[in-house]
């Protein structure tokens, strides 16, 4: 396989961050007072090894405060990242598409922040193009 996969990397790297807040790809039912999604929702391969993995990331809390501190906390993480090895996949540089702004949780009405940020990561293969 040549591509990483993004979302479990970024799993991985914010888990033992924001721990005790769950860090997950999946919301759980129920869903518990605070909590991290991530989520993969695009970007592109970039010959001859990277791959732009374009990441949202929702963060939920009991207050909007909250909500925005924890999604500010994620926002240092996920930058801190540029430059290093996550899991031993080379994370070369990160970008931020939209910077962290609150967004209700349209089911729940919950404060909620998100954000979209873009990982390059390298591709453990040339990727051919098609």
Same mark, same amino acid.
């Given at each position: 396989?040549?591509?990483?996969?993004?979302?479990?990397?970024? =799993? +991985?790297?914010?888990?033992?961050?924001?721990?005790? *807040? $769950?860090?997950?790809?999946?919301?759980?039912?129920?869903?518990?007072?605070?909590? !991290? @999604?991530?989520?993969? #929702? +695009?970007?592109?391969? #970039? %010959?001859?090894?990277?791959?732009?993995?374009?990441? /949202? !990331? %929702?963060? %939920?809390? $009991? &207050? /909007?405060?909250?909500?925005?501190?924890?999604?500010?906390? *994620?926002?240092?993480?996920? %930058?801190?990242?540029?430059?290093?090895? =996550?899991?031993? !996949?080379?994370?070369?540089? *990160? @970008?931020?598409?939209?910077?962290?702004?609150?967004? /209700?949780?349209? !089911?729940?009405?919950?404060?909620?922040?998100?954000? &979209?940020? @873009?990982? /390059?990561?390298?591709?453990?293969? *040339? =990727?051919? $193009?098609?």
């Amino acid at each position: 396989m040549a591509f990483p996969d993004a979302n479990a990397l970024l =799993i +991985g790297a914010l888990a033992p961050l924001r721990a005790p *807040v $769950p860090v997950v790809s999946r919301v759980p039912d129920p869903r518990p007072p605070q909590l !991290v @999604q991530v989520r993969r #929702v +695009g970007g592109s391969a #970039v %010959w001859p090894v990277r791959d732009g993995a374009r990441m /949202d !990331v %929702w963060c %939920w809390a $009991p &207050t /909007d405060a909250e909500a925005m501190n924890l999604a500010l906390e *994620v926002r240092a993480d996920v %930058w801190a990242l540029a430059g290093t090895m =996550i899991a031993g !996949v080379q994370c070369y540089r *990160v @970008q931020e598409f939209m910077a962290p702004r609150l967004d /209700d949780d349209p !089911v729940t009405n919950s404060p909620r922040a998100w954000a &979209t940020y @873009q990982l /390059d990561l390298r591709a453990n293969s *040339v =990727i051919s $193009p098609a």
